[in-house]
């Protein structure tokens, strides 16, 4: 599985006041460690910081980049702030998110294309959420074949279903799996990617809830995802997944893993 | 899920030594916590006590019974010993198991119709283990048939696809999670069980790796499981995938179980 970090996002408290504070060594610890863990993208979020949000992005940046070579996800609803994330992030950037609402859509394309940039595409259009399997499978299908025909390489596009509380409907769950599965089953060389934690909100023993819907979403084509690079529970079921699914050969990663320590404490 | 719990097997070292000492608290103790965990049948093995083993079985059985009236899994190759157990168990037991191997089956069946017992139904005939998911899913499919054309209720048929060790090939996993899926869409009324931590053998870190597949195999139609109910990492992972899959309506169960304190030590 491809890992996006998803640790420094302002919406959480502590990073927000790092933030507001500049305090370089409580990101870059972040920063690092999700590095470590073996993330492949870290993602970047300072949209509380509201008006202020250009400056806060330039300078978490700069921090980051000063402790990893990591690539990076710049997260934002403001284009604005994409494109000066891009600048600065360097080659290999993925852009946080493109959606098929038109504004949206018009501001965040040629972002994409001028970087060469991976997208996070999520699946909603103008008339907001879909809250079934049809109309989510046609909105992430016709989205994809957007972006391609926009240039976006099949390979830059990380579909993603938009994964909604359990807790609000209990058949919401299915639904996002159905339509990974038709995704994946449509478009075999898209990325599939989703915000796991999402399934838990509201309800409670989340990370139980979060490790469990990503192997069942591993299983229908999920091959990205959004996370906590630093839950040991998670990244051990990532890893026993892919064994099941017959994505690591001779369960050569799971036994590295194993022998590493990193099993331990959760098997 | 219906849950079988594995514990009372005679292949543990401890419970063999607790048949040959007729150490009824010992086997008492695990059949009452198993009860407690929630198993809806106690499996009862005495295999390892081979020319001794109606004996032990009639023996286990009666301690069984004396701490609780939970339903039975009758386990053993050995028909006579069938016979004696269901006999001994009462209304509602199960046996395993019965296979399309010849001798098996012409020796299994008139057990199963006498006492209207549910049989678990593993997918091996004289050919041996089916090594595809072609084969694998042709020989259940047959041994269904089979057994219902002679008289046996779709309902009371365990159908098991011989869960296999991931170790020895990473591919064996999909091809059981395929013929699970196969079964499940063929005969929507009958139960799937596996054996899920034969899936494991060899592997380090197995308790994650068997609730992974757990999940994984759910998430395909598996309806029932022989585990170990005392694994409370296992238990939750069920809870929470119950949620994913749509079958815990308001997530009732699962927030009264964290509310029993259960799923603290594994979220």
């Not at 069942?216 to 995802?225: E, K, N």
């Not at 022998?259 to 098997?267: M, N, P």
């Amino acid at each position: 599985v491809i890992l996006i970090g998803e640790l420094l996002n302002s919406t959480r408290k502590k990073v927000r006041a790092a933030l507001e504070a500049q305090d370089a060594a409580f990101v870059q610890d972040l920063a690092r460690r999700q590095a470590e863990a073996g993330v492949n993208f870290i993602d970047v979020n300072t949209g509380a910081l509201l008006d202020r949000e250009i400056k806060a992005m330039e300078w978490l940046i700069h921090a980051v980049r000063a402790v990893t070579d990591c690539k990076l996800s710049i997260d934002s609803p403001n284009a604005d702030v994409l494109a000066v994330g891009l600048e600065l992030a360097g080659p290999g950037t993925m852009i946080n998110s493109i959606s098929a609402e038109s504004k949206r859509y018009e501001s965040v394309l040629p972002l994409a294309l001028k970087h060469n940039a991976a997208v996070i595409a999520l699946g909603m259009d103008d008339a907001g959420l879909p809250q079934d399997e049809e109309k989510g499978f046609e909105v992430i299908a016709r989205l994809i074949e957007r972006l391609e025909g926009d240039g976006v390489r099949r390979e830059q596009i990380f579909a993603d279903p938009l994964v909604r509380p359990a807790g609000a409907d209990t058949r919401i769950p299915s639904v996002v799996l159905n339509v990974i599965r038709r995704v994946r089953a449509a478009f075999p060389d898209v990325h599939i990617s989703g915000g796991i934690s999402n399934v838990s909100y509201g309800l409670p023993a989340r990370r139980l809830l979060n490790r469990t819907f990503l192997a069942l979403c591993m299983s229908q084509g999920l091959d990205a995802a959004i996370l906590d690079p630093l839950d040991g529970h998670l990244m051990g079921e990532i890893a026993a997944a892919e064994v099941l699914l017959g994505r690591d050969a001779y369960a050569m990663n799971y036994i590295a893993l194993h022998r590493s320590g990193k099993l331990e404490e959760v098997s």
